[in-house]
C-alpha cells in the first residue's frame, strides 16, 4: 500500500501532500485522487513564499490530470488561505498544477507540445476537453513568455512579409533574429507605419544597438529603418534579388515567345523552368536540350549566359570587389536590347549600398523565406482565422520551441 502511495506521488507530483483516499468508477472510467496538506506551512500562490501561519479550508477542488491507462484521473484536495503580507490574503499553491488553473501542469505542457503539430480541434478531441482550453493554454504562455524582460540586446535582425488568407490582401510582418534562429516579433500589415511600430515597441537604445538589418528592396522598410536605427547595415536580401533576376529572363522568353510567331512557341512552349533553372542545378540529361533551344535563338541565349554571369557575384568578399564585377557585368549588357535585365540593373544600382553589402555581411532572409510556407500551413491546417491575433500567437508558439518571444506579439489596427 505505501508503494503505491509513494508512485502516486512522484506520477501525480504531489510532494508534500499525503494520498488520503481513491475512488475507481468503472461506468465513467475515472478515477479520484484525493489528497490532504501533509505539512503546516503554505505558500503563496502569487510570489511562492512560505508562510507559517495559515487559515482554515476555504474550498475543494478538483484538477484534471493525465490520463492512467484508460481511466481519466483527478486530484481533488482542499486549499487553504494564506495571509501574505506582500500579496494579502490568497489561496495556497499546489505543486501539481499553475495558480488558478483546473488542469495539472503535465497535462497543460502535453497539450501545448502536441498544439504545435497538430490543429486546435485535433488537441481538444485527443484529451477531451474543449477547443477554449486549448486556445486558452496557448494564450496564456505566450503572454508568460512575453512579459519576461529580454537581456540580450537584438544585433542582426531580418525582415520581411507573409500574405496568408485567401487571395493577396492580407499580410503580416515578420521579425527573425539571425542570432537566435527565433522569430521576435509579428505584426498585420506590411506598410513603413508596421515596422516602425516594431522599433517604438523596442526602443531607442535597443534600436541603436542593431548592426545588420536584412530585407528585401520594399521603400517602406529602408525608411522605417533608417530613420530608428540610422547606423544598422541594410542587406538586401540574395533571394530577393536572384527571383527579380529570374523574373527578367523569363520577361525575355515571353517576348521571344510572341514575336517568333508559332514556328517559336512551339520551340519555347514548355521551356520555361529549362531556362530558369541555374545551370549547377539542371541535370546533365537535360543539359542538351538546353543547349539546343538556346543556339535557335540569339537573344535568349545572351539573357541566359548574362543570368548565369551574375552567380559569379555571390562569392566576392568586398564592397569594391562585388562593385567592380557589377560594373563589368552591366557593359556586358549595354549593347544586348536586353530591356528587362537593363532595368534589373538600373534597380541594383539604385539600390547599390544595400546590394554590396552582402559581399562583407553574407546574411539573407532564407530562414525567414522558409517559416513563410510554415505560416500558411498553420492557416490551411486550421483552415483560416476570423481574428490576426490568433494566428500570431499560434506562429510564436510554433516557430518558438526554445525560447518564446519578449516583445508585445500582438500588434493590430
Known amino acids: 500500500m505505501q508503494q503505491a502511495e509513494s508512485l502516486l506521488t512522484k506520477v501525480l507530483g504531489t510532494q508534500g ?53 484508460v481511466y481519466r484521473s483527478i486530484i481533488e484536495a482542499p486549499l487553504r488561505r494564506v495571509p501574505c503580507p506582500r500579496c494579502g490574503p490568497v489561496l495556497e499553491a499546489v505543486p501539481w498544477a499553475r495558480p488558478g488553473s483546473r488542469w495539472s501542469r503535465e497535462l497543460e505542457d502535453a497539450m501545448l507540445r502536441l498544439a504545435r503539430e497538430a490543429s486546435f480541434s485535433a488537441v481538444a478531441n485527443h484529451f477531451g476537453v474543449s477547443w477554449n482550453v486549448v486556445a486558452r493554454l496557448v494564450t496564456r504562455l505566450i503572454r508568460w513568455y512575453s512579459n519576461r524582460p529580454r ?44 515596422l516602425e511600430r ?8 535597443r534600436c541603436r544597438k542593431l548592426g545588420v538589418v536584412t530585407m528585401d528592396m520594399f521603400d517602406g522598410y529602408i525608411r522605417a529603418t533608417r530613420q530608428a536605427a540610422s547606423q544598422a547595415t541594410i542587406v538586401f536580401d540574395r533571394f530577393h534579388i536572384e527571383r527579380h533576376l529570374v523574373d527578367a529572363v523569363d520577361a525575355i522568353r515571353k517576348e521571344e515567345f510572341f514575336r517568333k510567331g508559332e514556328a517559336g512557341r512551339t520551340l519555347l512552349r514548355g521551356k520555361k523552368w529549362l531556362i530558369l533553372t541555374k545551370q549547377r542545378h539542371l541535370h546533365w540529361r537535360r543539359r542538351s536540350r538546353l543547349a539546343r533551344l538556346l543556339v535557335l535563338n540569339r537573344r535568349l541565349y545572351r539573357a541566359y549566359v548574362a543570368k548565369e554571369a551574375f552567380e559569379h557575384f555571390w562569392t566576392y568578399r568586398s564592397r569594391a570587389g562585388a562593385l567592380g ?29 544595400g546590394v554590396l553589402a552582402w559581399a562583407t555581411e553574407r546574411l539573407s532572409n532564407a530562414a525567414l523565406e522558409g517559416n513563410n510556407a510554415r505560416i500558411r500551413s498553420l492557416s490551411h491546417r486550421a483552415h483560416g482565422f476570423r481574428n490576426v491575433r490568433n494566428l500570431i500567437e499560434r506562429i510564436f508558439h510554433c516557430f518558438t520551441p526554445t525560447a518564446m518571444p519578449w516583445i508585445v506579439h500582438v500588434t493590430t489596427q
Open 325 to 353: 564585377y557589377l560594373q563589368g557585368w552591366l557593359k556586358m549588357l549595354r549593347w544586348q536590347r536586353l530591356a528587362p535585365l537593363k532595368r534589373f540593373a538600373q534597380m541594383l544600382f539604385d539600390h547599390l549600398d
Open 17 to 69: 501532500w499525503e494520498i488520503r483516499s481513491w475512488d475507481v468508477d468503472q461506468r465513467s472510467r475515472t478515477v479520484t485522487i484525493r489528497v490532504e496538506p501533509a505539512r503546516e506551512l503554505g505558500f503563496c500562490s502569487r510570489c511562492g513564499a512560505a508562510r507559517k501561519k495559515v487559515l482554515g479550508v476555504v474550498k475543494r477542488r478538483r484538477w484534471r490530470h493525465l490520463d492512467l491507462g
Open 198 to 205: 516594431f522599433y517604438g515597441k523596442l526602443g531607442r537604445r
Open 151 to 194: 537581456r540580450r540586446a537584438l544585433r542582426l535582425i531580418g525582415v520581411d512579409e507573409v500574405s496568408y488568407g485567401r487571395g493577396q490582401q492580407k499580410y503580416l510582418t515578420v521579425v527573425w533574429d539571425h542570432e537566435a534562429s527565433e522569430v521576435v516579433w509579428v505584426g498585420s500589415g506590411r506598410d513603413q507605419a508596421t
